[in-house]
């Protein structure tokens, strides 16, 4: 029977600040090992038989990271759904779960495979770490018997230590095993989803053994996934219906309607459907799980020193104990502290006590208050065509380093208050200005004006890289006229 990923890629971890910002959160990044987050969890649909290309539930402003992510690993996505609006997970899920039904009945007349009939759901998010691989194939095929039954499969993590920062599910008897399918895999019956608990609580849940870790993972089909919504929270359904009904296709990108999806109420799956139903049963995994939600659980999963330090980049540490520290670029230096993360970027730098980190949000929150731009974006921003580097910025002027992949092309545009220079460091640059093109290779430059109709492009195949310097009255992202776009962009 074959699976079907869907990897919820919607969040933006803004307890991992200064490294995640609104428009590229933690999922995009590498903050374990080379690779990013969402690229691991797409690598480790390779472990499983039988699985189809992921669906990617993303937001808007993610589109092209999901895109560019995807195709240098050389992976295509099953579809890649917009969410003009953050939702949670019970609407996203319900997304999907429409989509493949809808896909399926398009391919109904060429498959007579039940998979293709009925979608079988994995569901897992973005930005999960997952050391044991074989573990976690091994926990999906024991909750597929389940899943085949028509029951909604949670996926429990067993815990190693008294966790406050976790919900809980409380697993009651085994009164579903090989008397009902030809297996020997075990599942249990959800008794009682539990929130966060204070520390007493939670050494209680870790005597007992029976509770696991909430981790957000699910396996079920998608007409039992919709059944039970329309069940618990039909008005979540409905909104979801239509707005799919009137979905576009965009690229590699489903829209869905903008305008209808707006009113969809905001629940997780959990609240939504899994608290509810009769029919929830959770699978252990025992499989080095974590969801990376603040420094000091990234630290945890970190390989550390004697002295229980947790670094990478360029660190000298002195007298320093249990303490995180990460550069990107510039040395850090501690002497005599304990028990602190320190974060450097590109534009802020982070200090905090390990007890605190999770105050980290509130400090994002600040800096949206502020109208800061450090809360969205890094310097360097990556756009479909590339990336740019905000390398200075003045009164009335900005530097910007710009890179265009081989091959791409910036939209055709005007601005209203600015004009730009543009200097080739690396490349071939073909710049058309009101009607007219020039070929710029190193070391050659040209003008824009104010007003002036112009596009940039990489005719090459190298990467084309060139200083470009803005003047004018005012220099922000939002003074530009479209008038063609490769990318969908108004």
């Not at 374990?32 to 390779?46: A, E, I, W």
């Not at 809808?102 to 569901?123: C, G, R, Y």
Request: aromatic share 8%; hydrophobic share 40%.
């Amino acid at each position: 029977m074959t699976i079907f990923p869907v990897i919820l890629s919607g969040g933006t971890g803004s307890r991992l600040w200064p490294k995640s910002r609104a428009l590229n959160p933690k999922q995009f990044l590498p903050l374990v090992d080379n690779k990013t987050m969402f690229q691991n969890t797409v690598s480790r649909l390779d472990t499983l038989d039988s699985v189809s290309a992921p669906l990617v539930i993303a937001n808007e402003d993610h589109r092209f990271l999901v895109a560019e992510q995807l195709r240098l690993m050389g992976k295509k996505a099953e579809a890649i759904i917009l969410e003009p609006f953050g939702r949670n997970t019970a609407p996203a899920v319900a997304l999907a779960s429409l989509k493949l039904l809808q896909s399926s009945e398009q391919n109904q007349e060429t498959s007579s495979h039940e998979s293709d009939q009925d979608p079988l759901l994995l569901v897992l998010a973005a930005d999960h770490v997952i050391r044991d691989l074989d573990a976690f194939r091994l926990a999906v095929e024991n909750a597929l018997p389940a899943a085949k039954l028509g029951k909604l499969v949670t996926f429990g993590i067993v815990p190693t230590h008294a966790e406050t920062g976790y919900g809980y599910i409380k697993a009651g008897s085994n009164e579903i095993n090989s008397s009902d399918v030809d297996t020997d895999n075990t599942f249990y019956p959800v008794q009682e989803f539990v929130e966060k608990p204070d520390i007493e609580t939670a050494h209680a849940y870790l005597s007992s053994g029976e509770y696991f870790w909430n981790s957000g993972m699910f396996l079920f089909k998608a007409s039992r996934y919709l059944e039970e919504l329309n069940k618990f929270r039909p008005d979540i359904l409905s909104v979801c219906k239509n707005a799919m009904d009137s979905q576009n296709s965009d690229l590699d990108f489903v829209r869905v309607d903008q305008e209808m999806f707006e009113s969809c109420p905001d629940d997780s799956i959990d609240y939504a459907v899994m608290e509810k139903t009769s029919d929830a049963v959770v699978v252990p995994l025992d499989a080095g799980w974590s969801d990376v939600g603040s420094w000091t659980s990234l630290a945890e999963i970190s390989e550390k020193d004697e002295l229980g330090n947790a670094c990478l980049g360029d660190v000298i540490l002195h007298d320093t104990r249990n303490s995180y520290v990460r550069s990107d670029k510039r040395l850090i230096a501690t002497i005599g502290v304990d028990d602190l993360v320190v974060v450097d970027s590109d534009d802020a730098i982070l200090v905090a006590h390990k007890n605190n980190v999770q105050d980290v949000k509130k400090v994002v929150e600040k800096l949206k208050a502020q109208g800061r731009s450090e809360a969205n974006l890094h310097r360097k921003v990556y756009r479909p065509w590339g990336a740019y580097d905000s390398v200075d910025m003045g009164d009335r002027f900005q530097v910007k380093r710009i890179i265009v992949k081989p091959g791409a092309k910036l939209s055709l545009q005007k601005h209203f208050h600015r004009a730009e220079h543009w200097v080739v460091v690396k490349g071939t640059a073909l710049v058309e200005i009101d009607g007219k093109e020039i070929l710029l290779t190193e070391n050659q430059s040209t003008y824009i004006p104010i007003g002036s109709v112009h596009r940039l492009e990489n005719p090459g195949k190298l990467d084309l890289e060139l200083i470009e310097v803005q003047s004018g009255s005012y220099l922000g992202e939002d003074d530009i006229v479209r008038f063609e776009d490769n990318y969908g962009r108004s």
